[in-house]
């Protein structure tokens, strides 16, 4: 199988990856759209990503100097909930090459990442209503991004991908995907049937960590994920939606 993943908004780097990237596969068009956000106003960065003056001002500045920024692993730089449950940097080499393989990052910039796949600096949610020549960034990509990701499990061959990312990712896959291909997605709950962002978001990484640590081929596999108290809730999940819930905390 292969699993997917959001990226995050908080970005690590400065810490030293222990990997060399790879090329991304969509770079060309990272640096498209790049170039295209490089001529918007920090105030219009300000009100499309709804973020602060000063991290309009930082993105402005990434944007306008792209082309030269250094790259970085994606799996080594996005930092955020996700990645904290995913704890890359303790990960052996046998996990990251098994990562390589059955692990996909979604991105508003970059489309579709490789966990070792090169990135740049960058802020740009795949929600933002707006793309060049397009009313949002999902129109502009089309079937781009759900055309690479079902020619990767075709090579995996396994014909199954575990959907850990947000509702606002994978709507730059859904509904894109050739009918053979399943789609399994998965919701984390705690015992009394809350779903708590911050704990789903962790959760999601931990998963993943789960899926290369144990290179779990089979997606039935992924029912025996048992890390940080969650347990596969056979009652609450079906063939599409599988549940894991844990004790209220």
Do not use: C
């Not at 796949?117 to 795949?126: A, K, V, W």
Request: without cysteine.
């Amino acid at each position: 199988m292969i699993a997917v993943l959001s990226p995050a908004k908080t970005l690590d780097l400065d810490t030293p990856a222990p990997f060399p990237a790879t090329p991304a596969r969509f770079a060309d068009e990272a640096a498209t759209l790049a170039k295209a956000a490089s001529h918007l106003s920090q105030k219009k960065l300000s009100e499309l990503m709804k973020i602060s003056p000063a991290l309009a001002k930082l993105n402005a500045d990434r944007f306008r100097d792209f082309a030269e920024a250094s790259e970085r692993p994606a799996l080594y730089t996005f930092a955020g909930d996700v990645y904290t449950g995913l704890e890359a940097k303790t990960l052996d080499e046998a996990a990251v090459r098994f990562a390589q393989d059955h692990l996909r990052l979604l991105s508003g910039l970059y489309g579709l990442l490789r966990p070792l796949d090169g990135m740049r600096p960058y802020r740009l949610e795949m929600g933002t209503r707006w793309a060049p020549r397009k009313a949002k960034l999902t129109d502009w990509w089309g079937d781009r991004i759900a055309d690479a990701l079902a020619q990767d499990v075709a090579a995996e061959g396994s014909g199954t991908v575990l959907n850990l990312a947000s509702n606002e990712y994978w709507e730059a896959v859904k509904g894109r995907l050739p009918a053979g291909v399943r789609v399994i997605a998965v919701d984390f709950r705690e015992g009394d049937g809350r779903f708590v962002s911050f704990h789903a978001k962790k959760a999601r990484g931990m998963m993943a960590r789960y899926l290369v640590e144990h290179r779990v081929s089979d997606v039935n596999g992924m029912k025996g994920f048992d890390t940080d108290g969650y347990r596969f809730d056979d009652g609450a999940s079906d063939d599409e939606r599988w549940t894991f819930a844990r004790t209220a905390r």
